[in-house]
């Protein structure tokens, strides 16, 4: 799945690495038995109370139906036929346990024709199931040696690249230890991210309310406002307030545009430069492209969405360098843990972006989530000026 980080950097990066990993389809469950899924197959439907009984296909697991279907928006079957097989005629005594990494955009979930678990929403506005893992614990009882059942319903829009994360079989501990990592790598360590950047925000927000000329920590704080609400649109499990999934996709895009040029313009105040007519046109540029996120077809999206981003990445970079130069020419030393810092996102941030090309990734966790902190610790090492100097108090 690669709908985020073609329009927003974390998310698209989330996303790929959701649906990236390759195909498996024997599962050791105890030192001597193990899972065999003997097929797996797709289908498109009209809804969850409908299953085709033609029009079915073989695919493998993970999956994007738009590689197949494209500009199919609605609901896919997919049916994993599996039994369990053990040594020396062992006989299986513990429980299993199968786990899914995510699906996009939401959907439901059955085993031999059980409900073991839907999301909230199936119909637009839809739930956001893709960077939410699961698992489930199946008793010995319920298990028939041959032609077990998963069917898994899944529901999403072209644009958003829809399909279905990795499924997994295994034992309760691992299970619930791989459950752990991921909903640490998905969702708490964004929600710790979240947390650390309000918190930055409302204390530069209040060093600049009391020192009004002190510019730097204004747009400090607004930058981490709007990384914020993207922050929250990533791991919001639903899409309310919005409309529609769409207008996520929109608004947070939206969201990191500001974001980025609010952090841009603080690295120059931060360096003690003005540009006012470059910041007017990059205003301007920021306008343009936020009217043509919010008014652009669906099916532009992922090539507009993936030119915008594109566009942020060349003004962080631009900016970056800018930085280094005015390091160059100061010799200061905050500018020099400046350049440290951007150094470091920097290095994350193409590191990230090198992910979504390798086509053989397996649980791979993006590092951009954890550049908060860096700056963090920058926020936190660097001094401001002596006292006779006020105008010259830095972040």
């Not at 073989?58 to 494209?70: F, M």
């Not at 730097?216 to 922050?231: A, H």
Request: aromatic content about 16%.
């Amino acid at each position: 799945m690669r709908n985020g980080w073609l329009s927003i950097f974390v998310t698209l990066c989330l996303c790929v690495l959701s649906f990236a990993s390759s195909a498996q389809t024997n599962f050791a469950v105890s030192p001597t038995c193990k899972v065999n899924v003997d097929k797996i197959s797709a289908v498109k439907t009209s809804s969850i109370d409908v299953v085709p009984k033609t029009g079915w296909v073989e695919i493998k697991n993970p999956d994007v139906w738009t590689e197949r279907w494209p500009h199919y928006d609605g609901g896919v079957w997919y049916h994993f036929n599996w039994h369990w097989s053990c040594n020396d005629s062992n006989e299986l005594k513990q429980p299993l346990a199968f786990s899914v990494e995510g699906m996009s955009s939401a959907g439901a979930v059955f085993f031999n024709r059980n409900l073991l678990w839907k999301d909230k929403h199936l119909v637009e506005p839809l739930s956001k199931s893709w960077n939410t893992p699961r698992f489930w614990i199946l008793p010995v009882e319920s298990l028939k040696q041959k032609n077990n059942d998963i069917w898994v319903y899944v529901v999403g829009n072209s644009y958003e690249s829809p399909g279905l994360g990795k499924l997994e079989f295994s034992d309760i501990t691992t299970a619930y230890d791989k459950q752990q990592k991921r909903i640490w790598n998905k969702r708490a360590l964004f929600q710790v991210n979240l947390v650390i950047s309000t918190t930055l925000g409302l204390v530069c927000f209040v060093i600049w309310f009391f020192r009004r000329n002190e510019t730097t920590f204004l747009w400090f704080s607004v930058s981490c406002l709007f990384w914020v609400l993207f922050i929250w649109n990533v791991i919001n499990r639903e899409v309310f307030p919005y409309p529609n999934s769409l207008w996520v996709m929109k608004t947070n895009l939206t969201f990191f545009v500001l974001y980025n040029v609010c952090f841009c313009i603080y690295l120059l105040r931060f360096v003690k430069t003005k540009f006012a007519e470059l910041e007017k046109t990059l205003f301007l540029v920021a306008a343009v492209c936020i009217v043509t996120i919010l008014f652009i077809p669906s099916l532009m999206v992922n090539i507009v969405f993936a030119v915008i981003f594109l566009l942020c990445i060349a003004l962080f970079i631009a900016s970056f360098c800018f930085v280094i130069y005015r390091a160059y020419k100061t010799k200061r030393r905050d500018y020099i843990l400046l350049v440290v810092c951007l150094s470091v996102i920097l290095i994350v941030m193409l590191y990230d972006i090198s992910l979504l090309f390798d086509g053989h990734i397996n649980d791979h966790q993006p590092l951009s989530p954890y550049t908060s902190p860096v700056i963090t610790f920058f926020i936190v090492i660097i001094r401001k000026r002596p006292l006779n100097t006020p105008s010259e108090f830095i972040l």
